[in-house]
Nanobody, 115 residues
């Protein structure tokens, strides 16, 4: 069973950038689509971006043009480059397969955008 560990979160000012990383304990090659999700306080978890093994990507409208998802199957990692961050991007960010699998949720990494 694959486990995911997210890292790279932190406190950043509006307009700043962060790069999140997701390290898998096993191979992600068999997981055709990987995604980054986020959950803000009081809100449901939502899909932010996803990427297939063929590098086809999808972005939520709220992050399109600002976030970039990538994956490295050889290193079993998925990354999320976040630029031009806004206060509304504040949330705990998770990686998972898409559609998500309940047994793949990790602890997530906190991203706080505030001045």
């Amino acid at each position: 069973q694959v486990q995911f560990v997210e890292s790279g979160g932190g406190l950043v000012q509006p307009g700043g950038s962060l790069r999140l990383s997701c390290a898998a304990s096993g191979s992600i090659f068999s997981i055709y689509v990987m995604g980054w999700y986020r959950q803000a306080p009081g809100k449901q978890r939502e899909l932010v971006a996803r990427i297939s093994n063929g590098r086809i990507t999808y972005y939520a409208d709220s992050v399109k043009g600002r976030f970039t998802i990538s994956r490295d199957n050889a290193k079993n990692t998925v990354s999320l480059q976040m630029n031009s961050l806004k206060p509304e991007d504040t949330a705990v960010y998770y990686c998972n397969a898409w559609p998500s699998q309940n047994n793949y949720w990790g602890q997530g990494t906190q991203v706080t955008v505030s001045s």
